[in-house]
């Protein structure tokens, strides 16, 4: 039996904070709450445009006072990773004093028993902010700690938000066949019962003839095969990248396949020798050494199958014979 | 704008037939699988080949699944041949309807099919979805669906047009009429004093208040003019569709009320005749409350005959199958008139309101 599969998703964004909500976030890094004026009444949290209206506005910054009014909230007992605390606490709606509009946000408590809808309470400042909405959070009124005040630093023109997302699940049926395969030296396939094309790896159905493949379908493919096309790829340095030197990803239609594999990395080839046509054949890592961990319903990595691919030695395939295939 | 434009067409346009999965805790396969079916059931229904659809459009969400560009992996389930014409919108399949039937409207092309789907079991459905809020003041924080539902739920408790007991009634309602549907997923009955006993998860919500997410996909064939007869005895026509926001502050809006409904109502004609059915997207129970007074629903509406998505709510599908459940009691004999309803956001924050009719 596999074990589960994670996966992680990201995503690092960034935003510019523009003439109203940059203001914003630096008097929040200072230490200081901002709402906008529109027609003689206060907004908190800032927009850039009026709400009622959609027109767009001068920023008319004012200072906000510490103190508000809850007009709702509700208590959160199991917190999300992505919550501001990690123990029960609660979100609300605050009408700041002066304020036309609540702003939405978490208000730490000891107990739901301490929460009504007209209780009064405090922003708490933390002492590390970057500019940003979690700067602060509610508080009881009259429990918190002053503010200090910090004054004199660069304006924040940019939001960065990391977006995390985690995702786990059982391999499966097809790629769970396939991942066993793996572990165990072979590449299996799977036949359409339509057309009778052999597709790896399998996705559990066949996308031309729209049709479901079970275990059935399962065959074993040659650990050899051509190169069908590849691409050297000149890394450029991003969130995540891990790559430094040129390298290439070959497709590579392994004998008895009629789709080849995709993106797989051939280092160790020379780039200047590689070619379409190029037969190679997979050294597999010793059993026992081989690692599924690249390997989930979403994306497959045979590094941690596969050690290297060696030239076979044999003449080139004709590439004319690669004609029907994209990749 | 002509408030008027979503109805005073030219092109009359109908839903011909529809297709759902099962609503699943966890379906043990790809979604495009799920899409596969879908897309397999309608033409299989109709008889036309894949060639005969002029337009595809399909609604999903990448976070959901997990994969950047999954609604491409998607279009496997619709077929890789021949090429598709098509479209995808990152909202539920109800909007994909909306897209198609004004694709429709310009009048080149007679058929689209719309799917939605979602296999939300591998992720976490409120990290996910707190993604939909803005990026500066709410994400960061992880205001999540079911704690701005636990907002929304207590301003009406605090304006006293609500109880706690009304909302477990929702829920037991929604189950018994879930029981007799096979796609729902909870059929598992309780009383509203079994319910209250229960604890809360977002105060003054419990976890049966939440609409239980689901692996499941959805389609539906739209068909303009005579050709709809053609393939449908009995046709459910589309009267009307509109499609209103509004902030997305949820302090700038009044909880206890949905202005976008109402005007998404009014435009799309939904008051034109009486209501016999109405497919609401409540995936919060307190939200049918608020849902029904906007509409003006009154006692001759049926309120949600599937179940509603308290007893199952397959993720980007949900608003599609509230479609699905109106037009196959239209073009069945069961009813004559129906709404559907669809939401997106926030407490309510965008709602999607779909008027379907039959032949007298």
């Known amino acids: 039996m596999l074990p589960d599969v994670e996966t992680l998703l990201e995503y690092p964004y960034t935003r510019t904070t523009g003439p109203v909500l940059g203001p914003f976030f630096t008097a929040l890094r200072d230490g200081r709450l901002l709402g906008i004026r529109i027609d003689g009444r206060v907004y908190c949290p800032p927009v850039e445009y009026d709400p009622e209206t959609g027109t767009s506005l001068e920023p008319d910054l004012v200072e906000m006072g510490s103190d508000g009014t809850v007009k709702s909230w509700t208590w959160v007992t199991q917190p999300t990773s992505q919550h501001p605390f990690d123990h029960p606490f609660a979100f609300a709606l605050v009408l700041l004093d002066g304020a036309y509009r609540p702003i939405v946000h978490a208000l730490e408590v000891a107990s739901p028993d301490e929460l009504s809808t007209g209780m009064r309470v405090s922003v708490q400042f933390h002492e590390d902010r970057r500019g940003a909405i979690t700067d602060f959070h509610f508080v009881p009124a009259g429990t918190g700690t002053a503010r200090q005040v910090v004054t004199g630093g660069e304006p924040v023109t940019v939001i960065e938000q990391l977006i995390s997302l985690r995702y786990r699940?059982?391999?499966?049926?097809?790629?769970?066949?396939?991942?066993?395969?793996?572990?165990?030296?072979?590449?299996?396939?799977?036949?359409?019962?339509?057309?009778?094309?052999?597709?790896?790896?399998g996705r559990g159905y066949d996308l031309l003839e729209r049709v479901e493949v079970g275990e059935e379908g399962d065959l074993v493919l040659a650990d050899r095969g051509s190169v069908t096309a590849f691409t050297v790829i000149t890394p450029i340095q991003y969130y995540g990248q891990k790559e430094t030197e040129p390298y290439i990803r070959a497709s590579i239609l392994l004998d008895g396949g009629d789709t080849p594999l995709t993106g797989v990395d051939v280092r160790g080839l020379p780039i200047d020798e590689f070619r379409i046509g190029l037969r190679l054949q997979a050294v597999w890592w010793p059993a026992g050494q081989r690692d599924l961990g690249e390997i989930d319903n979403r994306s497959v990595s045979l590094d941690g199958i596969i050690e290297r691919w060696n030239p076979t030695g044999e003449p080139d395939a004709d590439p004319d014979s690669f004609e029907e295939f994209a990749l | 704008m002509n408030g008027d434009t979503t109805r005073s067409t030219g092109r009359d346009v109908a839903i011909v037939t529809v297709s759902q999965t099962p609503s699943v805790a966890a379906f043990d396969g790809p979604e495009p699988v799920l899409v596969m079916r879908c897309v397999n059931d309608i033409l299989n229904q109709t008889g036309l080949e894949r060639s005969e659809v002029d337009f595809t459009i399909a609604g999903s969400c990448d976070y959901n699944s997990g994969l950047p560009f999954a609604f491409v992996m998607n279009l496997?389930?619709?077929?890789?041949?021949?090429?598709?014409?098509?479209?995808?919108?990152?909202?539920?399949?109800a909007w994909a309807l909306f897209e198609a039937w004004l694709r429709l409207q310009v009048g080149d092309v007679d058929t689209a099919l719309v799917i939605g789907s979602g296999r939300p079991s591998p992720g976490n459905h409120r990290e996910a979805f707190a993604l939909q809020t803005d990026p500066y003041f709410m994400a960061p924080l992880g205001l999540d669906p079911t704690s701005l539902a636990g907002l929304q739920a207590r301003a009406l408790l605090d304006r006293e047009l609500a109880t706690e007991r009304d909302f477990a009634e929702v829920v037991v309602r929604s189950r018994q009429a879930g029981a007799s549907n096979p796609k729902a997923m909870v059929t598992e009955q309780a009383s509203v004093e079994e319910l209250m006993a229960q604890p809360y998860v977002a105060s003054p919500l419990r976890a049966h208040d939440v609409a239980p997410t689901a692996d499941g996909a959805a389609a539906v064939l739209l068909v303009a003019g005579d050709r709809a007869r053609e393939l449908r005895e009995r046709p459910a026509w589309i009267r009307g569709i509109d499609h209103r926001i509004e902030s997305h502050h949820p302090g700038f809006r009044d909880l206890t009320d949905s202005p976008s409904i109402r005007t998404a109502a009014a435009h799309a004609g939904a008051a034109d005749g009486p209501i016999d059915v109405a497919e609401l997207m409540v995936v919060h129970s307190h939200e049918e409350l608020i849902v029904r007074r906007s509409l003006g629903l009154g006692e001759q509406t049926v309120v949600n005959p599937s179940g509603g998505p308290l007893a199952g709510d397959p993720v980007m599908a949900t608003g599609l199958v509230r479609v699905a459940e109106v037009a196959s009691r239209i073009m069945d004999g069961t009813v004559r008139r129906g709404v559907a309803h669809a939401s997106s956001g926030a407490c309510l924050q965008q709602n999607l309101v779909s008027v379907l009719e039959g032949d007298d």
Request: glycine share 14%.
């Open chain 1, 169 to 201: 699940e059982p391999l499966q049926p097809h790629r769970r066949r396939f991942a066993q395969g793996l572990l165990d030296g072979r590449f299996i396939g799977q036949r359409s019962p339509i057309s009778g094309k052999v597709s790896i790896p």
């Open chain 2, 76 to 93: 496997d389930g619709i077929g890789a041949w021949p090429p598709v014409y098509e479209s995808h919108v990152e909202m539920d399949g």
